[in-house]
């Protein structure tokens, strides 16, 4: 009798992994067929500046959706993985590029200045050889300057070959581009990397802000990150930021930037320029 039960066991998980198969080969196909027909769309989400009395809006992260008609056909954390699974994720990862800088330069000349935009980067696209070109060219063709394009990493993407990774990120530095470590606190964190690494922000994961301030470990833990990012020099950005106490919290101990659903989830670009508008009196004074 229990070997039946283990038998059946064993078929109920290798027909689970079989649907996981199927789900994730169909999510591989049509999102070949999504990238080929334009069916993806880049969202933004503005990113705070607590550094001055006045909360500003200086940036964005431009974040991949897949909708049809408004409809989410797949999530992020669906399809990313399996993107990032295959070399798809390289092809998506050039169309994410080239979206963003196309827009930096489509609001410049529609005169919203002083608005970068961050886009995330897969640990594969990193260590791509046509990265570095790629992006140099999308650069020199859309003009985007010094600090208008920003990168996200996570700590995944320069564990595997430390020493190359910095080099492809000076490289990125040289063009103006600044790098942010995503994610912070999730991966490994070896203080030995970070410190050698060239980046000028951390952001910190967002399971470490959900429970600010009352939740004693989690207060203690982001303590200590600012403490450490500022004996490294680096600015922190909180990620996830959904409550005013948060916010307070986060201001109250030198935290440089906030991002998060207390002020605007990530919105299509026409959206995102009309809330820019209602938060930013100057950005419509500059047109
Ligand atoms: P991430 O880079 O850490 O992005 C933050 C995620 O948190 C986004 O989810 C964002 O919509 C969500 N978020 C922002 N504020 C809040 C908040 O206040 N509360 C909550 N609960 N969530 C918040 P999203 O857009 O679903 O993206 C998930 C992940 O997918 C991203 O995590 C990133 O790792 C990946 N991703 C998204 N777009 C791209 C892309 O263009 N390229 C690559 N390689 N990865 C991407
Ligand atoms: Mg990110
Ligand atoms: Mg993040
Ligand atoms: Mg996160």
Known sequence: QAKDSGRAQVRFYSSELNELRKKQQQIEDKLKEAIR????????????????????????????????????????????????????ICELGYWVIRR?????????????KGVSIAVNLSPK????????????????????EQGELELEITEYAVVEDFLESVSRLNNLKQLGISVTMDDFG???????????????TMKIDRSFISRLPAAPEDSAIVIAIFAMAKALNLKVVAE?????????FLRQHGC???????????????????WLENHRPDISEAR
């Open 37 to 88: 027909q334009d069916g993806l769309q880049l969202h933004f989400q503005p990113k705070a500046d607590l550094t001055g009395d006045d909360i500003c809006f200086t940036s964005a992260e431009a974040l991949i959706r897949w909708q049809n008609q408004g409809q989410t056909v797949f999530y992020p954390d669906e399809f990313i993985p399996v993107a990032e699974r295959t070399n798809l």
């Open 100 to 112: 963003a800088c196309l827009q930096i330069s489509q609001w410049k000349q529609a005169g919203y």
């Open 125 to 144: 696209q990193l260590s791509d050889q046509g990265l570095f070109p790629f992006i140099q060219r999308q650069i020199e063709e859309n003009g985007i």
């Open 186 to 200: 999730t991966g490994y964190s070896s203080l030995n990397y970070l410190k050698k690494l060239p980046i000028e």
């Open 240 to 248: 996830g930021v959904e409550t005013q106490e948060q916010l307070d």
């Open 256 to 274: 440089h930037m906030a991002q998060g659903y207390l002020f605007s989830p990530a919105l299509p670009s026409g959206e995102f320029i009309h």
